[in-house]
């Protein structure tokens, strides 16, 4: 790491990356005097590659990340700038990908750009240079942020981050992590337990059907029980199991009991017996 800064490469060969950028107004605004795009025949040619904006206030840094992303095939600055005012739409009039920007700005960030774009806004932005600060990183996470550097992070790290935003992957510190965690933990816990699936409508013969399931019948005993066939108790439970969304009989009974049913309950539910069936329960 060259200890001017953590994105900037040791010294090597004059590169005059500038001279591929030439300057062009911003649509709807006054770019700033660094607003930069790259030339159509460029942009034509490169139509493969992550299209990627820096809005970066540090000039080097910029100049030193353009010449970064150059080696890389696959990554093309299409503009770049050095303040927020005015170069939003220009951000998108160059179709834009990926946003590099060490501002925390709100009109930047993914959810406000959508919300100002008619919802068709699909920049993902990375945000670099940034603290170990949980409520800035929740913050940005919420508003639809899918990359944050902290100021440690390496030009190979940005690159690397650019590409996963774009494959639509998240890149945040280990630290920071853990912190959504906790967030989505915290959040599962306050809101109130609620059933899964609406209440199932069961018939009274199913009703009778599952009650014996719970006392831990057999599909013969039960076909006793309610004089049917086993043929017919076996699509009586697929068809509740299949309702109730439950993998197994002990899961159906269970989901059913939470919905209010009397399931389990003596007499709660007259079906008729035969003479010569003995319980399963009563012949141990």
């Not at 660094?34 to 809005?55: P, W």
């Not at 440690?152 to 965690?181: K, Y």
């Not at 057999?218 to 299949?242: D, Q, W």
């Not at 993998?247 to 939470?258: F, K, L, M």
């Amino acid at each position: 790491m060259n200890p001017t800064g953590a994105f900037f490469p040791r010294p090597g060969p004059a590169d005059a990356s500038a001279r591929a950028y030439v300057r062009t107004p911003a649509t709807g605004g006054t770019p700033g005097p660094e607003a930069e795009q790259m030339s159509a025949s460029n942009i034509t040619g490169a139509a493969s590659s992550i299209r990627v904006f820096l809005l970066l206030e540090n000039r080097l840094l910029r100049e030193s990340l353009v010449r970064h992303f150059r080696n890389r095939s696959d990554l093309l600055v299409v503009g770049q700038s050095w303040q927020a005012e005015g170069t939003q739409r220009h951000v998108l009039d160059t179709q834009s990908q990926v946003l590099v920007t060490d501002s925390f700005l709100t009109a930047w960030l993914p959810a406000n750009l959508a919300l100002q774009n008619s919802g068709e806004a699909t920049l993902r932005v990375v945000l670099i240079g940034m603290e170990l600060d949980e409520e800035q990183f929740l913050a940005a996470a919420r508003s639809g942020v899918t990359g944050y550097l902290l100021k440690d992070a390496s030009a190979s790290d940005l690159i690397a981050a650019v590409r996963a935003v774009f494959r639509g992957e998240a890149v945040c510190p280990p630290q920071l992590c853990s912190t959504l965690f906790r967030v989505v933990v915290q959040a599962a816990r306050k809101m109130p337990a609620q059933p899964t699936t609406s209440r199932p409508d069961l018939t009274l013969r199913q009703q009778q059907l599952v009650n014996l399931v719970a006392k831990g019948l057999t599909n013969k005993e039960i076909a006793s029980h309610l004089n049917l066939s086993e043929f017919t108790v076996r699509n009586h439970i697929h068809r509740i199991l299949k309702e109730v969304h439950a993998g197994s009989r002990s899961e159906a009974v269970e989901t059913i009991r939470a919905h209010g049913y009397p399931i389990g309950q003596d007499n709660s539910l007259p079906y008729p017996q035969r003479k010569d069936t003995i319980p399963k329960s009563a012949s141990t």
